[in-house]
């Protein structure tokens, strides 16, 4: 048998493939050496400065109030204790705004598509307006405009003496713990499975026999019907602390602070305007034979959109989506300049101020709004991938 010819690999510095190995080398030696460079040259003017580094400044009490927690805090607390305190602030505010700009941005992209003249020219002055002015004067908008003219707490408006809202914010009932809360949880949770379930069974015996039934009466009666049998039996799940005007403000119930609101309302709005750009580019990338073909079946307008359309559109919408729950997440910071107590205002700003830890405040800051970020991403990257229709 005759042997085939040995080939000498050229592993000289004419061989491209070698050459692009010794350029990438270079260029990471060179950036290492860059960062090198700086974090001594940190180090040395920390240490000529009389600065110390390291962590254990979160250890030290805070010494100053917080007008917003959604967990116990105090002023004798420490600063670790503000970093969560900002954190829960900013995961607040961004899971409202992403639920509210999702809301809104479906049904203004949906509103464009539409037949109507009226309707569909109002989504598209909504559109052209809000998404061409900046986020920080919609926020100085609804905070000093809007907010701040409301009239004083003893002038407050009221709902049937349950909910009120002023210049302090809006005060509505809150939720107390009862001796029948995890009876009651257990009923919700009986009455949510066995919606998912019934739809479920439904949704297959039409796949089977062609035979439609609706799930939601069913649905309706468990979600209503378990909670209030839990409450028979078991007795009150909840009590409600309802606010009540004491001195010059409102006492009792939960707040919802100007500052939130009008964060809150500006990057909502702001960012619907983009997502239903996102939602109306998405189903027009549909070729219109899928809608046809609907039709020509008979189905319902609404059927067509929610079964056929729908489906199809969210390869296109998932990824342009998850930019614009991103953007949420770091428009939040503009939290600091109406005063809202987010991670930005409290640990890169007070916290910064009176322990001059600066890069330690930034270094953190940064790090968990790139941790917030992957993890947004990371969960929608794991829904376009479960609803693609192509498996990879």
Excluded at 2 to 7: E, F, G, L
Excluded at 109 to 118: F, M, P, Q, V
Excluded at 286 to 303: D, M, N, T
Aim: aromatic fraction near 10%; charged fraction near 10%; proline fraction near 5%.
């Amino acid at each position: 048998m005759s042997q085939r010819p040995t080939v000498k690999k050229d592993v000289s510095f004419a061989n491209p493939a070698v050459r692009a190995w010794v350029y990438q080398i270079a260029a990471i030696l060179a950036v290492l050496a860059v960062a090198g460079y700086l974090m001594h040259n940190t180090i040395v003017n920390l240490a000529n400065r009389g600065i110390t580094s390291g962590f254990g400044f979160l250890e030290r009490s805070a010494g100053f109030g917080i007008v917003q927690h959604l967990i116990d805090y105090t002023e004798g607390d420490t600063y670790a204790r503000v970093f969560l305190v900002g954190l829960t602030n900013t995961l607040l505010v961004s899971a409202l705004c992403i639920v509210l700009a999702s809301v809104l941005g479906v049904i203004i992209g949906l509103a464009r598509l539409s037949d109507n003249w009226l309707l569909r020219n109002i989504a598209n002055i909504w559109v052209e307006t809000f998404r061409n002015i900046p986020p920080l004067l919609q926020i100085f908008f609804w905070y000093f405009a809007v907010l701040r003219n409301l009239p004083g707490p003893r002038q407050a408006l009221s709902a049937f003496d349950l909910s009120f809202i002023s210049n302090r914010g809006l005060y509505i009932p809150a939720p107390l713990w009862a001796a029948g809360t995890l009876p009651l949880l257990l009923a919700l949770a009986l009455a949510i499975g066995g919606s998912i379930g019934l739809a479920r069974y439904h949704r297959n015996r039409q796949v089977k026999t062609g035979q439609f039934r609706r799930s939601w009466p069913w649905a309706l009666l468990m979600l209503i019907g378990f909670p209030l049998l839990a409450q028979l039996l078991f007795g009150a799940g909840l009590h409600w602390d309802i606010p009540q005007l004491r001195g010059f403000n409102f006492r009792g119930g939960l707040v919802l602070i100007p500052e939130l609101a009008a964060l809150t309302l500006a990057l909502s709005i702001y960012t619907s305007a983009f997502i239903a750009e996102v939602i109306r580019s998405g189903i027009q990338s549909v070729p219109l034979g899928q809608h046809e073909a609907a039709r020509s079946l008979g189905l319902p307008h609404p059927v067509t959109l929610r079964q056929v359309i729908i489906p199809q559109a969210m390869r296109v919408i998932i990824p342009p989506l998850t930019s614009q729950y991103l953007n949420i997440v770091k428009n939040s910071s503009l939290a600091a300049a109406i005063g809202y107590p987010d991670m930005v205002s409290l640990f890169a700003g007070t916290v910064l101020n009176q322990t001059g830890q600066a890069i330690e405040t930034i270094a953190i800051t940064m790090g968990v709004y790139l941790l917030i970020s992957l993890s947004i991403s990371l969960l929608m990257n794991l829904y376009n991938r479960k609803i693609a229709l192509v498996e990879r």
